[in-house]
Every structure is written in structure tokens, then in C-alpha cells.
């Protein structure tokens, strides 16, 4: 059981570039979300999904697509890199249950030049 | 929507002390609220939860307090050691997007030997 998993763990781009970040959860978890880092700000949604094929915007879904083919995977697409998106990248898992736990992968930094 | 504040920024005390990390919140709808420990280079760890029908758990060193007249949390580590530095945040769900966590802008804490 390998948790929620992301893959890389590092990236640097260039403004206007474009790129996938993966998530992937062994759980069975409904829940997927996709979250940024940046100093002093805590944690922000970006956006969710509550199933395959279902997903919605978080508060800052601008710049950023996702999917949700199964369950297991919800990949984060920037479609043209922009330095205000340089962040912490983190997705997390949970049960649909309400107030259930929610469970975070190990972060991928993105510099984008 | 909801608005979560934590304070303070940064904590030093020194080992074997208490730490005491305060958030309030501005929806009185929510009722659960976890709290994380993220280290350097990882992604957030739960650590300690609370729902709204108590006022305060406990799990060895560390407790939360929940007033909900008051709208206020707290975490509080008692015996602190090296290994608990790291950031902390406080957090409520709210429902607005599902199982959305509301994050505090987090706590530099520092434990010094």
C-alpha cells in the first residue's frame, strides 16, 4: 500500500511551456484534490474530483486542467507555464465520507523560469 | 466561504517546554478540523482531528481544544522534543467544494536542545 504517490518530485520550466504532474492513490479513495503551496498561504484548492470522470474547480483553477479516467489517477496539467505558478505542488486522497481523513503525497517543486 | 487564521507565524521554545499554536474560523458551519505536521521536503501528515461534538482529545503529548461559541482551536504539544520541529497547520472542512480543507498559513515551530 503505497499511499498516494506523485510523480516528479522536481521540475523546472520555461514560461509558456506546458506539462503533466501525476497523482496516483492505491486506496480506492473518491476524493482526489490537487493543492499549492506558496510561503504564507497555507494550502489553496486548485481543483477536485469526487469520482472517475467527475471534476470541479478548487479556488484557484485558473491556468491548470484536470481528468479523472480512474480512480486511482487525477493528473494536474499546467497548459502554458507562468512564473506565478512556481509553487509546492501537493495532491491529496480521501473517502467521500464527510470529515474523513485526508491523505497527501510527498509534493512536487516547480520552478518555471 | 470559510476563512481560517493561525498564529504564530514562527514558535521557539525550548525542549521539554509546552507549544501552544491558535487558529480561529469564520464558518460556524464547519465541524472538523484536523491538524498537520509537515517536515522539511514532505507532504502533510495528520496528526490530530476534532469534530464538533467535543471540546477537547488527546493522543499522548499532543491535544486540541475546540470552543465553538468562539470559533477558536488550539494545538498544544506538551514535552517537546527535536523531532517535533517542523511546520504545522491548522485547518477546517468546509463544504463548498466537497471535502474541501481550509488551511491556516501554517506554524514555524522550532524546538531547541
Known amino acids: 500500500n503505497a499511499g498516494v504517490t506523485q510523480t516528479p518530485k522536481f521540475q523546472v520550466l520555461k514560461t509558456g511551456q506546458s506539462m503533466t504532474l501525476q497523482c496516483a492513490q492505491d486506496m480506492n479513495h473518491e476524493y482526489m484534490s490537487w493543492y499549492r503551496q506558496d510561503p504564507g498561504m497555507g494550502l489553496r484548492l486548485i481543483h477536485y474530483?469526487?469520482?472517475?470522470?467527475?471534476?470541479d474547480q478548487g479556488e484557484v483553477p485558473n491556468g491548470y486542467n484536470v481528468s479523472r479516467s480512474t480512480t486511482e489517477d487525477f493528473p494536474l496539467r499546467l497548459l502554458s507555464a507562468a512564473p506565478s505558478q512556481t509553487s509546492v505542488y501537493f495532491c491529496?486522497?480521501?473517502?467521500?465520507?464527510?470529515?474523513?481523513?485526508?491523505?497527501f503525497g510527498p509534493g512536487t517543486r516547480l520552478l518555471v523560469l | 466561504g470559510e476563512n481560517v487564521e493561525q498564529h504564530p507565524s514562527t514558535l521557539s521554545v525550548q525542549e521539554g517546554d509546552s507549544a501552544v499554536i491558535k487558529c480561529t474560523y469564520s464558518d460556524s458551519a464547519s465541524n472538523y478540523f484536523p491538524w498537520y505536521k509537515q517536515e522539511l521536503g514532505k507532504g502533510p501528515q495528520l496528526i490530530i482531528d476534532i469534530r464538533s461534538n467535543v471540546g477537547e482529545k488527546k493522543d499522548q503529548r499532543i491535544a486540541v481544544t475546540l470552543n465553538k461559541t468562539a470559533k477558536h482551536f488550539s494545538l498544544h504539544i506538551t514535552e517537546t522534543q527535536p523531532e517535533d520541529s517542523a511546520v504545522y497547520f491548522c485547518a477546517a472542512l468546509s463544504l463548498e467544494y466537497g471535502n474541501k480543507l481550509v488551511f491556516g498559513a501554517g506554524t514555524i515551530l522550532r524546538v531547541k536542545s
Open positions: 491529496a486522497s480521501s473517502s467521500l465520507a464527510v470529515q474523513e481523513t485526508q491523505y
Open positions: 474530483s469526487v469520482g472517475a470522470g467527475i471534476t
